[in-house]
């Protein structure tokens, strides 16, 4: 593949990588109507203790949606050892 092309690649990725760690910080500030509206038949009938388990759990950079910015920095990763190796070919 073209070096100039998985450049491009790479830094899109990187992109994705940069917004999905952002948007973490954002579940934190959302209310949670707006998360439960999510699910079918929403969440309204959890206590206030439960609704803030799940939006913790949903905000965590591990479980949730932390995997998807942890799926975009592996494939930004591999992709920037792939530039590399092209540019020194």
Known sequence: ???WL???VTLGCAYLTYDAFRWIGSIERTPFSAISSLWKGGLTHLSVVEQNRL???YASKLFGAGQLCWL???ITVVLGIFTIRAFIA
């Open 6 to 8: 998985l450049l491009l």
């Open 55 to 57: 939006k913790h759990q």
């Open 72 to 74: 975009f920095l592996t």
């Open 1 to 3: 593949m073209n070096a």
